[in-house]
T-cell receptor
Framework: KQEVTQIPAALSVPEGENLVLNCSFT??????LQWFRQDPGKGLTSLLL?????REQTSGRLNASLDKSSGRSTLYIAASQPGDSATYLC??????????FGAGTRLTVKP | DGGITQSPKYLFRKEGQNVTLSCEQN?????MYWYRQDPGQGLRLIYY???????QKGDIAEGYSVSREKKESFPLTVTSAQKNPTAFYLC????????????FGEGSWLTVV
């Protein structure tokens, strides 16, 4: 059974700093990996989706990488802003239509 | 605007009571999902449906029931058999399956009183 781990559970950085969030998974036979943002008490918003054949995806200040062989993905946020404060979750899907979520990293960007 | 609407946002359940959470989507998606989120934990799948009049149990289906009579609607009933129902419930949908981008509703908070 796929297990997804996100470390650290919480992260606090000053505004303007570049940062990296980590996601690891135990089974490399994935179909895709997604990164989500969740604001307190809200639903999840998909940020980036990386297919298993891809190495990275970029959207604005966000860049997500995928290394299937090592079971790792990173979400890089450039020039962080207070508005980036949220919980970031990763999820992996397999070919059997199963999606597994990590517990998330709670990010606080201080002005 | 297309999206997923969940209601109510906050719901209180008394002991022994069944409650139903509503989920409606106007994205014309075939697949719909219900997740439960507990503090500090990832989402866990309760039930999913890939087509009208069909649904499958997820990892934690015990104490829950669903129906899928219409493409746009996928209500979740939390029954009295669910002994620890206090949680944040999220409804989601995809065009066909988990290979597609998944869209979430705003969630419903359920508290036992």
């Amino acid at each position: 059974k796929q297990e997804v781990t996100q470390i650290p559970a919480a992260l606090s950085v000053p505004e303007g700093e570049n940062l990296v969030l980590n996601c690891s998974f135990t089974d490399s036979a994935i179909y895709n990996l997604q990164w989500f943002r969740q604001d307190p008490g809200k639903g999840l918003t998909s940020l980036l989706l990386i297919q298993s054949s891809q190495r990275e995806q970029t959207s604005g200040r966000l860049n997500a990488s995928l290394d299937k062989s090592s079971g790792r993905s990173t979400l890089y946020i450039a020039a962080s802003q207070p508005g980036d404060s949220a919980t970031y979750l990763c999820a992996v899907s397999d070919n059997n239509n199963d999606m597994r979520f990590g517990a998330g990293t709670r990010l606080t960007v201080k002005p | 605007d297309g999206g997923i609407t969940q209601s109510p946002k906050y719901l209180f359940r008394k002991e022994g009571q069944n409650v139903t959470l509503s989920c409606e989507q106007n994205l014309n998606h075939d697949a719909m999902y219900w997740y439960r989120q507990d503090p500090g934990q990832g989402l866990r799948l309760i039930y999913y449906s890939q087509i009208v009049n069909d649904f499958q149990k997820g990892d934690i289906a015990e104490g829950y029931s669903v129906s899928r009579e219409k493409k746009e609607s996928f209500p979740l009933t939390v029954t009295s058999a669910q002994k620890n129902p206090t949680a944040f419930y999220l409804c989601a949908s995809t065009s066909t399956g988990m290979a597609d981008t998944i869209y979430f509703g705003e969630g419903s908070w359920l508290t036992v009183v």
